[in-house]
């Protein structure tokens, strides 16, 4: 585990200790401090319990059956998670409840209430089931963060058909990767979208994007207004407002859906090229959705839920759609970027809306911090009584910062550590039981089994570092890779048999808290996104002048770590300015602007083991100009040392 030393040093230096306040406590859902033991002693039981907060069609009689790897939760039961997220409470007090409250980047906004959102629901379903979409087909969605995302989330989910959410950033070429994979026979996306004042073409990518796949038909949302002046393809391409006005308007008749069954996929990156289709189960998912929500957020019906994610990733699927409405919150949604028009964006919205809970990333903490507190000031922040962290490690810093300014000292902070394939918060303080520290995500929530071990998969002590695992299934836990069960099997299972392996290091400090160090794999981790930095790699040598490169996230001080690239060219390619803005704009077709690699240093040679691997390590350290480790290994141990050099000289 080489990870810089400082970082470790700068974390067991942090002693401060903020624990719940006594009017905090008293007023949570989760107050009583015995849960820990009890869901420890039996977690199927806990499980169980916290399954009863969902309505089941047909109640299940067996809690866990575990053939490890493979766990099936609850999966004789049957139930629909859009009647769980919607229509059950239609028929409640929260009918006429605000569901989302969205506001679009230029400032228009939509408020739906539960029966509203239901209303759309239904006939978005019968729209998708007028066009062929039937129980277990794949329906891709790429769209702005509108309220049609979640209503064609929720409306797949009521058919029964798979959704594969795909990030409005992400290339035309990585929309169409997902497409096949997943093999979508229906698309959904929007004319543009609203990204800092410009337009994105959604609709564009999506027909370079479509070309000789399984997809049959395209909806395409008139977000911008542009959809008279865009390519509709007749036959295949069809305006979304015109086919909801052509579909029925009376209920939808929900799937019962086996627990078991798919709810959705969703791509995330790994050490390959390949990203890895994230399956996701109905059941166990959607309890694990709810019960975090009302745990860890403390959900009540009063509140007004604010997160910043995009629902292109995990955080926005849990924790603005399966969590929040499952659980029957009012979720405040928001389009664009955080400083348009102007910085003080967030705090008007929290403002506005009176949100009472706020959950955003470090990189955008760090990223206030940076602009500086005085964009807060002007603005009533109030209403907010918890904030959330998630997608890396916070540095201290931050912590206190957004424990300070956002905050106002008054509210706990939950850090909540968890993944793609983990589907819900797995470590994260309960705010009302668990003092926190700055920098730490506190410990496992109740019913998770999590450990820090050693290579060779023993309990470390208190005070020692190791791999972090997860001992025991949980039901919201991935159930495979979409059509790859046996890169399931290896990445997650392969080093310690039965136990879970998420790729990240971790630290367990004298009072068993735990300390995420970040990934041990060649996965980064960029303003809280994932990327492998194969699929970078990859991009760079697909470019006609690239021989050969090596990608690298060296720490950053904004975005947690950036995108370094090495890279060799072919003969006679003539490497500079031009060649490093031409490499850039490739990766970017091939993936999307996160991945747009900061800096390209071209070498003429990679330092290599004897067997040819890429010592990606030395990199590192020369990327963060640190000492060199351990060089014995290298082939030409003069490759490195003139790397070395011309780094350090390179301005
Ligand atoms: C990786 C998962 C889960 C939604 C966002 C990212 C890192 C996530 C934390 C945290 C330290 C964190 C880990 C993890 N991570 N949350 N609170 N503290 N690290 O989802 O793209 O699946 O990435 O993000 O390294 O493995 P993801």
Redesign the pocket.
């Known amino acids: 585990m080489d990870k810089p030393s400082e970082q470790l040093d700068t974390l067991l230096r942090e002693t401060r200790l903020f624990p719940p306040a006594a009017e905090f406590t008293r007023q949570a859902n989760f107050s009583d401090p015995s849960v820990y033991d009890r869901a420890a002693a039996d977690p199927e039981a806990y499980w169980a319990e916290q399954a009863h907060f969902l309505d089941w069609m047909q109640p299940f009689s067996q809690v866990l059956d575990w053939q490890p790897p493979h766990a099936r939760w609850f999966h004789d039961g049957r139930l629909n998670a859009a009647s769980n997220c919607v229509d059950r409470h239609r028929t409640t007090v929260r009918k006429n409840k605000a569901a989302i409250i969205w506001e679009g980047e230029p400032g228009d906004t939509r408020v739906l209430t539960y029966e509203m959102l239901g209303r759309e629901v239904d006939r978005a379903a019968h729209m998708l089931h007028d066009m062929g979409v039937r129980r277990g087909d794949r329906v891709v969605i790429y769209l702005p963060m509108i309220p049609e995302l979640p209503i064609a989330m929720l409306a797949c989910a009521k058919i029964g058909a798979i959704h594969t959410v795909v990030f409005a950033g992400f290339s035309s070429n990585a929309l169409r990767d997902r497409i096949i994979d997943a093999q979508a026979k229906l698309l959904i996306t929007a004319d543009a979208g609203h990204r800092r004042g410009t337009l994105v073409p959604l609709k564009q990518n999506a027909d370079a994007a479509v070309v000789d796949t399984p997809i049959e038909s395209v909806l395409v949302v008139n977000r911008v207004g542009a959809l008279s002046a865009i390519t509709m393809v007749p036959g295949r391409d069809w305006a979304w407002e015109e086919r909801m006005r052509a579909a029925s308007y009376a209920p939808f008749a929900a799937e019962a859906m086996e627990a078991e069954d798919v709810l959705y996929i969703l791509y995330?990156?790994g050490t390959t090229g390949k990203p890895k289709g994230i399956v996701h189960s109905t059941g166990g998912y959607l309890v694990g959705a709810n019960t975090s929500m009302r745990s860890v957020f403390d959900l009540k019906d009063e509140d007004v839920y604010f997160c910043t994610?995009d629902i292109g990733?995990?955080?926005g699927h849990t924790y603005i759609v399966y969590g929040p409405l499952s659980a029957g919150a009012t979720v405040v949604m928001y389009e664009g970027a955080p400083d348009f028009p102007d910085r003080e964006r967030f705090w008007s919205l929290i403002e506005k809306y009176g949100c009472t809970i706020f959950y955003t990333?470090?990189t955008s903490i760090r990223t206030f911090m940076k602009w500086g507190p005085q964009y807060l000031k002007s603005h009533d922040l109030s209403s907010l009584r918890l904030l959330g962290?998630?997608?890396?490690?916070?540095n201290p810093e931050a912590w206190m910062w957004y424990h300070e300014h956002v905050g106002a000292r008054r509210c706990p902070i939950v850090?909540?550590?968890?993944?793609?394939?983990?589907g819900c918060?797995m470590?994260?303080s309960l705010p009302g039981l668990i003092a926190t520290k700055p920098g730490s995500?506190t410990r496992a929530v109740p019913g998770i089994a999590v450990d820090v071990v050693d290579e060779g998969g023993q309990s470390v002590a208190p005070g020692h570092g190791g791999y972090l695992v997860i001992r025991k299934p949980w039901p919201s836990m991935l159930r495979t890779i979409w059509r790859d069960d046996e890169r399931f099997q290896k990445t997650y299972f392969g080093q310690f048999p039965g136990t879970y392996l998420?790729?990240?290091g971790a630290h367990l400090d004298e009072d068993q808290y735990i300390w995420?160090l970040?990934?041990i794999d060649d996965?980064i981790?960029v303003s809280?996104?994932?990327i492998g930095t194969m699929e970078v790699e990859s991009a760079l040598v697909d470019h006609p002048a690239v021989a050969e490169a090596a990608v690298i996230g060296r720490a950053h001080e904004v975005k947690g770590q950036a995108i370094t690239a090495f890279v060799t060219v072919k003969e006679g390619i003539e490497t500079g300015d031009e060649l490093t803005v031409e490499l850039k704009a490739h990766v970017v077709s091939l993936i999307g602007a996160m991945a747009r690699p900061e800096e390209i240093h071209f070498t003429a040679e990679l330092p290599k083991t004897r067997s040819a691997k890429i010592m990606r390590r030395l990199l590192r350290d020369i990327a963060e100009g640190r000492a060199l480790g351990d060089t014995t290994t290298l082939a030409d141990p003069t490759v490195i040392e003139s790397l070395k050099v011309r780094y350090q000289d390179r301005e």
């Open positions: 995330t990156s994610a990733w995990v955080t990333a470090p962290t998630v997608g890396e490690p916070i850090d909540t550590w968890w993944q793609t394939e983990t918060a470590i994260a995500a998420p790729g990240d995420i970040g990934r996965v981790n809280g996104h994932r």
